[in-house]
């Protein structure tokens, strides 16, 4: 049985809004302006967060998400409970019961991570592909992408607008705006620099930074095959998954770190209950 294989964040890195058409509200000005070439709008970055944060709320009520004591919940939140905020943003993570293998970021710091994933990655792998998804959010990409749709649809009313009350839009223009969000891929550059805050990430914070080869690796494995050409076709404007593993290992090697990485036991199921132990109780025999 064939896998299905979602292409988004890690491996073509784009901020998806697969069924979820109906989530991001631009104001009433927008409503009849598309392609109105506006060229001057700056989307602020509270603006991009405001409508990341609505799409990922809605899309959070559109997919079965892991609740607080599911055992994918608590590895998550044991290997990122302590990695919620940097320099400039803040993140919440959360994990869709899907088995996609899928993992992106937006704009307002929402992580998501398919349980597809982390079936098949171990804890420092998933560190290494996280870590890619918050470099995104660190250096502004997934800001940039949203802005970059906004205005590719021009969802304001005035070419001199430079600030329109971001409240309500139809479907409509949602359908379109949700199509340039798919599009608007990040490019090479913002790949490779996604990359290597990972790979900084890991280093600064102790973990074994040759796992992000190996998570590569696993990618450039499963792009092989059957979903060979439709990986080739979403990924073409991005580092193929094999040149971004041997730059993972090429940065190892000249930081004196590198050895083959061999995988750890991946543990998606809840840890068993500790027995308490009874103590026995003995009665002293009475002296006749």
Do not use: C
Not at 35 to 56: I, M, P
Not at 96 to 114: H, I, M, P, Q
């Amino acid at each position: 049985m064939k896998k299905k294989f979602i292409v988004l964040g890690v491996l073509i890195a784009s901020f998806s809004f697969t069924k979820m058409n109906a989530q991001i509200n631009f104001g009433e000005k927008a409503i009849g302006a598309v392609q109105k070439g506006v060229t001057s709008f700056t989307l602020t970055n509270a603006d991009a967060a405001k409508l990341s944060k609505e799409a990922v709320d809605k899309m959070d009520a559109e997919h079965e998400v892991a609740g607080p004591t599911d055992p994918y919940t608590i590895r998550l939140n044991r290997v990122f409970g302590k990695h919620t905020s940097g320099e400039g943003y803040s993140l919440n993570y959360k994990v869709y019961k899907l088995k996609e293998v899928n993992a992106f970021a937006t704009a307002d710091g929402s992580v998501r991570v398919y349980s597809g994933l982390m079936d098949i990655m171990d804890d420092n792998e998933l560190i290494a592909v996280i870590g890619h998804e918050i470099g995104h959010v660190a250096n502004n990409d997934s800001r940039d992408a949203m802005r970059a749709a906004y205005q590719k649809e021009a969802l304001i009313d005035g070419a001199s607008s430079q600030s329109a009350t971001i409240s309500s839009v139809t479907d409509s223009q949602l359908g379109k705006i949700g199509s340039a969000m798919i599009d608007s891929k990040h490019s090479r550059k913002q790949e490779a620099e996604a990359d290597l805050f990972a790979y900084n990430f890991m280093k600064k914070n102790g973990y074994d930074v040759n796992a992000e080869e190996s998570a590569f690796r696993i990618l450039a494995k499963m792009s092989e095959g059957a979903e060979g050409s439709f990986l080739d076709k979403m990924m073409s404007s991005h580092p193929d998954s094999k040149q971004r593993a041997e730059d993972a290992k090429k940065r190892a090697e000249k930081d004196g770190l590198y050895k083959p990485y061999v995988q750890q036991k991946i543990v998606n199921t809840a840890p068993a209950p500790v027995k308490k132990a009874t103590k026995k109780t003995t009665t002293k025999k009475k002296k006749k």
